[in-house]
């Protein structure tokens, strides 16, 4: 009962965060959303409000992990381009797969939220669980960019994590709302806008 009851918790975050952002959400809701009678639940399994939305950003983590290393182990990829392009294809197209299910637009929706708020640092959470196929795919792309400094190259990385999310979310809105275009073609959009950030020229005064 215990473990459902922690499910339960993480299922009514994501959604409710999904739908309704970060702002308006409070642990009384997220308690009731989950079918709980006890209004200590959360504290008791997650400790904080923040530890459970890292843990819901965990949740689908390993699946979409697990893909990414399928994808840089086979190279799999099915995007035109140089290695840049390739490399990005591995990192992205397993989120876009997410939201061909219900409880994979939740997520997306829910890390999007996350991705924009200043308390989380996705990339460092990320890290944190062991997220292996971004090393993977940051040494694959490296050597295409040396023409960038490190320091912004560093930079890039971070807010191209926040800006896949995004796109990502919007993808997952597209298909509630009926107007999605074909998985393929979306991702090698949401695969193009990326790296033409990340492949921007150094601008100097």
Not at 176 to 191: F, S
């Amino acid at each position: 009962m215990s473990q459902n009851t922690k499910i339960a918790l993480l299922r009514a975050a994501e959604r409710l965060i999904a739908e309704r952002g970060l702002g308006g959400i409070s642990v009384k809701q997220i308690t009731r959303a989950s079918g709980s009678k006890n209004e200590s639940a959360l504290h008791y399994h997650f400790g904080s409000v923040d530890k459970l939305l890292k843990e819901v950003f965990a949740s689908r983590f390993q699946e979409i992990e697990d893909k990414r290393v399928e994808l840089l182990a086979k190279r799999d990829w099915k995007v035109a381009g140089d290695e840049i392009d390739q490399a990005l294809y591995a990192a992205i197209a397993p989120y876009m797969a997410v939201c061909l299910q219900e409880g994979g637009r939740l997520y997306a929706s829910f890390c999007a939220q996350l991705a924009t708020d200043p308390r989380f640092d996705l990339g460092e959470i990320a890290r944190e669980m062991g997220m292996d196929s971004l090393n993977t795919i940051r040494d694959l792309i490296r050597p295409h960019l040396s023409h960038i400094p490190q320091a912004a190259l560093t930079t890039r990385a971070r807010r191209a994590l926040s800006i896949t999310l995004v796109l990502v979310a919007d993808y997952a809105k597209q298909i509630k709302q009926g107007n999605a275009a074909p998985l393929e073609e979306a991702t090698t959009e949401v695969v193009a806008t990326v790296a033409g950030f990340i492949r921007a020229p150094i601008r100097l005064e």
